[in-house]
């Protein structure tokens, strides 16, 4: 990644392969950003990165291989991030999963490895990337409604979601000398892989958007709706915003 042009604001998401890590990192590339994105598939990655270059004329995009789930890989990032000499003005800790289990099912696995991608990855993630984030840097964390609306099969995935939210108050005050600040988004029901790679069937997807149909707005939501919510918080104009969860259902928790 060139360094020496003219100053432009740079964004790391995780978890950019796809849904609304993929839509977010098309979106700011067209607004003139510069790009890290991170998968946990090399040949996924790739494509991302290469697809996102064919899109843009002059993209500057680095994709480095990084599970969420595995926070060994975090000192390669850091280490790749440096070598390349690359600060950053934003951060979207956007990979996560989503695998249903009722309580009476859950065994210790399946409780960590929720645990570990949607709160321990990101929480490492931060820690690890604070001394690249620029004073005055955007943190914005994919939440999720299921913070504040209760699903069947979701405990830990609430919980999960709900545990960085948590934390993020006391990590607010510790950055404020920086002026970094840390959002989070939540979205409602987005259609995107998760839900195939949550284990639904098509049928089961279909039933799914039909229960949606009686929403407010009716349907599943699209990931490019999540677009302007995030652009706001990762952007300047939105530095008195801090510790606030913003919230793009369609008027699914009405």
């Known amino acids: 990644m060139d360094t020496q042009q003219a100053p432009q604001k740079t964004l790391l998401i995780t978890g950019a392969t796809s849904g609304i890590g993929y839509a977010a990192a098309s979106h700011f590339l067209k607004l003139g950003w510069q790009l890290v994105i991170t998968g946990r598939n090399q040949a996924r990655l790739d494509d991302a990165v290469s697809q996102l270059l064919a899109q843009q004329k002059g993209a500057k995009v680095l994709g ?17 991030l440096e070598e390349c000499q690359i600060r950053l003005d934003a951060l979207l800790l956007n990979a996560g999963i989503f695998k249903p289990f009722d309580l009476t099912d859950m065994t210790d696995s399946m409780f960590e490895e929720t645990m570990q991608v949607n709160f321990k990855g990101p929480l490492f993630t931060l820690q690890t990337l604070l001394p690249l984030l620029n004073q005055g840097a955007s943190v914005v964390y994919t939440s999720s409604i299921a913070v504040e609306k209760g699903f069947a099969g979701a405990a830990i995935y609430s919980a999960s979601k709900g545990a960085f939210e948590a934390a993020v108050a006391a990590i607010n005050l510790e950055l404020a000398p920086r002026s970094i600040r840390i959002n ?29 149909s009686a929403t407010a707005f009716g349907g599943f939501l699209q990931p490019e709706q999540m677009l302007a919510g995030l652009t706001f918080l990762l952007s300047p104009g939105s530095e008195g915003v801090i510790g606030t969860s913003l919230t793009i259902d369609g008027g699914y928790c009405l």
């Not at 480095?64 to 990032?77: I, K, M, N």
């Not at 069937?201 to 958007?209: A, F, M, R, V």
Request: hydrophobic letters at 35%.
């Open 64 to 80: 480095v291989l990084a599970d969420s789930a595995d926070v060994s890989h975090l000192p390669r990032l850091m280490h790749t």
């Open 184 to 212: 989070s988004l939540r979205p409602g029901v987005t259609l995107t892989e998760i839900q195939q790679k949550a284990g639904f069937s098509q049928q089961q997807i279909d039933g799914l958007g039909d229960q949606l």
